[in-house]
């Protein structure tokens, strides 16, 4: 680990003043002149202990005040700040109540111990898990090399990766959260150092492999994410959430899902089905949900769907079982919300 130095940020304002350049603009194992924002600092110290980051400056956001508060409103929806917990999330009464999927997201992430110190906003802006793209012994296509050490059919490990839009980068985004907060049609508040608010929906909010390689979220240099805004359900609004892993026990997840419907009795009046670890970022399956919109929900019509979510799913040499899996997955979580 390199020599670094910390500053204690004491406002959103003050942190982004002491920001020369950031993790976004540099190229991991040559970001030696980089600034890191630091909240619960999970995702950013494994980078830093495993030499792919060199900052210079850490800057600890944790204490910023104002952003640890959960508020909910019924017409206005549920605001939560970057800096909550997600032992905090899980907790919170209002949260089970009206957005039970996240709830249950959160429930299944990491260990106890974990959740009371990972932050919203750290969860959302970790980088992707692959272990060839977090080895510092593999120049892989994020970080600038000239090849994807998973995609490759004979000596690639990818049977965790990318089974949709894997055309380039194959890894997959590790923030189940995520999956959650998107079907529920969320949407992510980033500061500028201007002072400038912006609120980007969650479906914008990540980059695909496609779109810019060397990204995965539209955070640029001398900006935070302050909150994430969720709208109100309308009261025919259920929700539900899966995640499967290899071990029972707070593993990563091979695939999830976070399905929301709007019902009327027994038929679905509209749909929001994203799926995790299914592609490099959250990834909302629009065929899934047009082949269960207007429909009753039942086991014919929620297998239709998960089989229409898999239409576009192109495995790998030792992933393909994510198949199978996605379609049992998608089809339970909707007849848990009947």
Not at 71 to 78: A, F
Not at 81 to 106: C, D, F, M, R, W
Not at 276 to 291: F, H, L, M, T
């Amino acid at each position: 680990m390199n020599k670094f130095s910390w500053y204690e940020a004491k406002s959103v304002e003050e942190a982004l003043q002491q920001v020369n350049s950031t993790v976004s603009e540099q190229l991991y194992e040559h970001s030696d002149n980089a600034s890191v924002f630091k909240s619960g600092g999970i995702d950013v110290f494994d980078w830093v202990k495993e030499g792919l980051l060199k900052p210079q400056k850490i800057i600890n956001i944790r204490n910023i005040p104002g952003l640890d508060k959960i508020g909910y409103d019924p017409k206005n929806g549920l605001s939560i700040g970057s800096n909550v917990t997600l032992a905090e999330i899980a907790s919170n009464p209002e949260i089970k109540t009206n957005y039970l999927a996240l709830h249950q997201a959160v429930n299944h992430a990491a260990t106890p111990q974990l959740r009371n110190m990972s932050t919203l906003g750290g969860n959302i802006a970790q980088r992707n898990r692959c272990w060839y793209f977090r080895s510092a012994d593999h120049d892989c296509f994020r970080k600038g090399g000239d090849r994807c050490f998973a995609r490759h059919s004979e000596t690639g490990e990818n049977e965790n990766h990318a089974i949709i839009d894997n055309g380039s980068c194959v890894s997959v985004h590790a923030s189940s959260i995520s999956t959650a907060l998107m079907a529920f049609n969320a949407s992510v508040v980033i500061v500028n150092s201007e002072g400038e608010k912006k609120e980007v929906r969650m479906d914008d909010f990540f980059v695909t492999a496609g779109e810019d390689i060397a990204m995965e979220n539209v955070l640029k240099a001398k900006e935070i994410i302050t909150e994430i805004i969720i709208p109100a359900p309308s009261k025919n609004t259920k929700s539900a959430y899966i995640k499967q892993v290899a071990r029972e026990s707070y593993d990563w997840s091979l695939g999830d899902v976070a399905v929301v419907l709007e019902v009327s009795g027994d038929t679905c009046r509209s749909a929001s089905i994203v799926l995790g670890a299914a592609a490099p970022v959250p990834y909302r399956s629009i065929e899934a949900q047009q082949a269960i919109a207007k429909k009753t929900i039942n086991s014919e019509n929620a297998m239709a769907a998960a089989e229409a979510a898999m239409s576009k799913a192109r495995p790998l040499a030792k992933n393909g079982y994510k198949v199978p899996l996605f379609i049992a997955t998608i089809k339970q979580a909707i007849l848990e919300i009947s």
